[in-house]
């Protein structure tokens, strides 16, 4: 394999995930591949789908900004580590970039 197929984040708006979402950017634009943005929600602490709509789109425009060319945007209902982890595991492939979350559990 040359390359990977393409990169994938989570992210929730946090500073922590969007650290993670403009380095993915950045990779994907320089591997030339498609970055897919995943932001899942569960209707908690006011997570709802208009709430994951706007994370979501800021999270476009940072990877845009970062480099990333081709940029999906994915959002899901469930919890977030779980989805990610199920779309990573669909996808074993791609490159999977995260933030911290958990680290501080």
């Known amino acids: 394999m040359e390359s990977y197929p393409g990169v994938l984040v989570g992210t929730d708006g946090s500073t922590d995930a969007t650290v993670a979402v403009r380095l993915g950017g950045m990779l994907a634009g320089r591997l030339g591949v498609t970055l897919e943005i995943l932001t899942a929600y569960d209707g908690d602490d006011g997570r709802d789908r208009a709430w994951a709509e706007e994370v979501n789109a800021g999270?476009?425009?940072?990877?845009?900004?970062?480099g990333a060319e081709d940029v999906k945007a994915n959002i899901t209902t469930g919890d977030g580590p779980d989805v990610l982890l199920e779309t990573a595991n669909a996808h074993p492939e791609r490159l999977v970039v995260v933030g911290s979350s958990g680290l501080s559990k």
Do not use: L, P
Request: charged share 25%; hydrophobic share 60%.
């Open 59 to 66: 999270a476009v425009a940072t990877a845009k900004e970062a």
